[in-house]
């Protein structure tokens, strides 16, 4: 996994979030974007509280967090696909300037595949089992572009052979229990290159993969992306995949952004407590670590955002004023942003990628 | 909902959804009592079958009359059977004897029927689905092949042709109900301590070295209880109806006087355009009490689903 | 696919030959043997040993048994004791009949209940969703020789709208061709047969198709509730699929594997169910002459019956399995 960044990153702008001197414009701008559950009898569940931020063409840009932090709940959001009893979702998602917030489930069904795409978790229980790779594919692009069966099923073909899959041809007559893993990923990821959307969701793509097949999936993620200017985001609790890809990285914790820059200047000095914490606790294969120090406590132990900083019950370096009302997020000086009011000391690569 | 072949044979009759499924573990204690409370079907259905053992234990106070008492014989006509009346409240049948005390006696029949054969059904079945799930190999083999072959004769037959051996008798219909519960429950049980042993805490527990007997009737049956618990109050209505049908087809207690729900019904048929009130007294009553038991098993296993929590 | 068909009939036959034997020991276990349980329990011991004799009840039990079992394999049943016919003969006389209303039944179970259950779960946790639900778990306690008085009650003696006797109006001439009425009175092209078969199968068709239709309308809900939250779902609605595309290529598709196992479950036990269902309509199926051979002790109808019902049970589940494979592309592997 070597990190090969699709923007320069040295010079004082790298890290500068919307004033960016960077030429292209956001494809997608999310903003203050809040998921509230509220199922009958219990207490609304903030999912997402509040998120922010944008990604541009040819740009990859992970989400970073834990189970439960939200970060799967802001794809699903993204794409209109939150059921639509129980859940309240506000604030605004545009994609090329377009709202995509509030839009009828039919106009929504013309972007999704099509101009946005996803590919979920686990390939096994994600593609259908009971219908053919062809057929899974094939419906895709008969959905969105006006083309016949048998040419249908030629980029089927072809697509399967770019996602690196040998015997394309033989290979879409095969049901989805008939490959492996990977392949099944691979699968998905052709469905979501179907129709070249410009944003590309990918949603812990490799967290159910063996870890000799992950490098192979995130390798040929990476180069589908570069090839065709398609703008990813990469949604992950491994701080490895991000690092590798990402260009710009968001770490969310109990549905807020808690820190976010560009991927150097915040590994290079992560400044919030819980992203020191998640570096603390990834393995290093360098010896440059002594012990790996988990982060006390679990995702449960929080506290809501208005009563005070959610990672307070866990964070080595609390203090008074971390209760009381959420911290923002603060600019700091090597143009990352972070939301605390103790934050760590800069220091000097703590932790480069990999 | 995966549901496997043999789940759905092990279903039969009545009931439906994925019992294989339903797990274990500690859902038999508080939190799944906390939520059959607190769920309507369960407090319908448990109140129904309440009233309905109550009304059976205390049928001789409830009755207003005897129920062999023929003594308004008199008023019967081959064209009119006095239906509901201030005096009888469900009308007279057609020997001149009281129809409600009848039906309130006839809950005893019903509960003791579908209560012991099910007993008797489920503790068998039980037992053999422990030998075969505890000892495996050629027990389990031998107790598959004998359940295969009980199961390829649906229910009602089988217990059809066991009471018609046996002849006609209450002892008949409880032994010819409960027959056809025994591979049911066998296999549920096998098929639940099958599962319940592949889980990674049997593996861990055996890791440790806990001696197989004592970790098989230690952790093993009592987390395959909660599938046994939920299949037992939802074949309970099925007892009942079924006794009901047998003893319908005349295959229940050789004396007329015997007040029987299902019996009741047969006696009807010839009098449905005089007396259509004698087949729906009974028929109600034999359809709410399944009904109550219905709903019943599906709280319980509502409870005991964990797929359901949330 | 025919390795899996063959290897699953000769699965029965180890099925028919303990079925036969239980049935058989079972028979002659009985305190007194089968000449008491014909005679009763007053018969005199000279009576008893010539009913005895004229059975063959007096030989060893193995050698009776061998003797059934070598007429058994070349599909005689034996006599009835209460009919003096032949059992093989009446079973294929009266079989038809039963597959008529077995069919009209399931008709009826299967076009209201997947309906139902497909609209139960589309409109889950609505006032139509929580009706159905509840309905189909009263529809699961009636018991069906109740609901057939009922019908019979309501729309024959009340209003007199449809008949309740028999599978045709007695004064109808119709060829037999069949004896499935509504086919034999198609191959005579005669129209009024045909809608007076059809009126005498409406009744006990609802009355038979009640409960199936209870548990097909209950699996069908579940099974859909549960593939709308499978991953695939939400994939296809992820590729910007349309909601009917959805419906019919993912989850209509998924979701009938448990509704054909039980379909095909019901029918197996409809088909030897009927009991109930003839005895009260006065239907001349397989139903009723098993009712009437447990009543009269009619050992030979209840042996050939029950053994015949069991093979036609253990064939439609073979047929669900063989249907099973067809949708399922996982099991046609393994």
Known sequence: MNPEPAVPVSGPDAGAPISSS?????????????????????????????????????????????????????????????????????????????????????????????????????????????????????????????IDRTKARIKAAELLDRVGIPEPMRRLGSYPHQLSGGMRQ????????????????????????????????????????????????????????????????????????????????????????????????????????????????????????????????RCPAVIDACLGSAPELVTSEINTRVRCVNPAPPTDAMWAPR | MKLSRKAVLVMTEGDVEDMAEIAPSNSLGREGLRRIKRNPLAVVGGSVILFFILVAIFAPLLAPFDPRSTAWFDQIRPTLIPGPSGAHWFGLDAAGR????????????????????????????????????????????????????????????????????????????????AVPNIPLFARLLRGSMLGERQKDYVASAESVGVRRRSLVMRHVFPNSLAP??????????????????????????????????????????RYLRVAPHLAIFPGVAIMITALGFNLFGEAVREALDPKLRR | MVKFIVRRLLLLIPILFGLSLLLFIWVRALPGGP????????????????????????????????????????????????????????ILRRFPATISLAAAAMLFAVGIGVPLGLMAARRERTWFDFTAVTASLVGVSIPVFFLAQILKYIFALKFSLLPTIGRLTTTRHLEVHTRIEVIDSIIAWDGGALWDSIKHLILPGIALGTIPLAIIARITRASVLEVLNEDYVRTARAKGLRTRAISRGHVLRNALLPIVTVIGLQTGLLLSGAVLTEQVFTWNGMGSLLADGVIKKDYPVIQGGVMFLAVVFVLVNLLVDVLYAVIDPRIRVS
């Open chain 3, 35 to 90: 000449a008491t349980a014909l005679l009763g329990e007053k018969a005199t011991p000279a009576r008893i040993a010539e009913v005895n004799k004229s059975y063959g009840f007096d030989r060893p039990v193995l050698t009776q048994y061998l003797t059934y079992m070598k007429k058994v394999i070349h599909l005689d049943f034996g006599q009835s004791i209460a009919l003096r016919r032949d059992v093989t003969d009446e």
């Open chain 1, 186 to 313: 691979r699968v998905m990821i052709a469905i979501a290159l179907a129709t070249e959307p410009a944003l590309l969701i990918a949603d812990e793509p490799t967290t159910a993969l063996d870890v000799t097949i992950q490098a192979q999936v995130l390798d040929l993620l990476r180069s589908l992306v570069s090839e065709s200017d398609t703008a990813l985001i990469m949604i992950t609790h491994d701080l490895g995949v991000v690092a590798g890809m990402c260009n710009h990285v968001n770490v969310m914790y109990s549905g807020r952004i808690v820190e976010t820059g560009q991927r150097y200047a915040l590994f290079g000095s992560p400044r919030h407590h819980y992203t020191r914490g998640l570096l603390a606790s990834v393995p290093r294969l360098d010896g440059s670590q002594d012990r790996l120090q988990p982060i006390p406590g679990s995702p449960s132990d929080t506290i809501p955002w208005s009563q005070g900083c959610a990672f307070s019950p």
């Open chain 1, 22 to 146: 960077l030429v292209k414009p956001p494809i997608l701008v999310v903003e203050d974007l809040r998921v509230t559950f509220q199922i009958h009898g219990a207490k609304a569940l903030h999912a997402v509280d509040g998120v922010s931020f944008e990604v541009r063409a040819g740009e990859t840009v992970g989400i970073v967090g834990e189970s439960g932090s939200g970060k799967s709940v802001t794809s699903l959001a993204i794409l209109g696909l939150l059921p639509a009893r129980g859940v309240t979702v506000t604030g605004s998602i545009k994609l090329d300037g377009e709202q995509l917030l509030h839009r009828s489930e039919r106009a929504m069904q013309d972007i999704r595949g099509r101009r946005i795409a996803m590919v979920f978790q686990d390939p096994m229980s994600s593609l259908n089992p009971v219908l053919t790779v062809g057929r899974q594919i094939g419906e895709t692009i008969r959905r969105h572009q006006k």
């Open chain 2, 98 to 177: 009281d129809e409600l005390s009848r039906i309130i006696y006839g809950a005893r029949a019903s509960l003791v029927i579908g209560v012991l054969s099910l007993l008797i059904g489920a503790f068998i079945g039980a037992m053999i689905g422990l030998l075969a799930g505890a000892f495996g190999g050629w027990v389990d083999s031998l107790v598959m092949r004998i359940t295969d072959i009980m199961l390829s004769v649906p229910g009602l037959l089988l217990a059809l042709s066991i009471a018609a051996v046996i002849g006609q008798s209450q002892t008949s219909i409880i032994v010819a109900v």
């Open chain 2, 228 to 269: 046994m618990l939920v299949q037992a109050s939802l074949a309970l209505s099925t007892a009942i109806i079924d006794a009901s049908a047998l003893s319908f087809l005349g295959l229940g207690s050789a004396d007329p006087g015997v007040a029987e729900w299902g019996r009741m019904l047969t006696d009807t048929t």
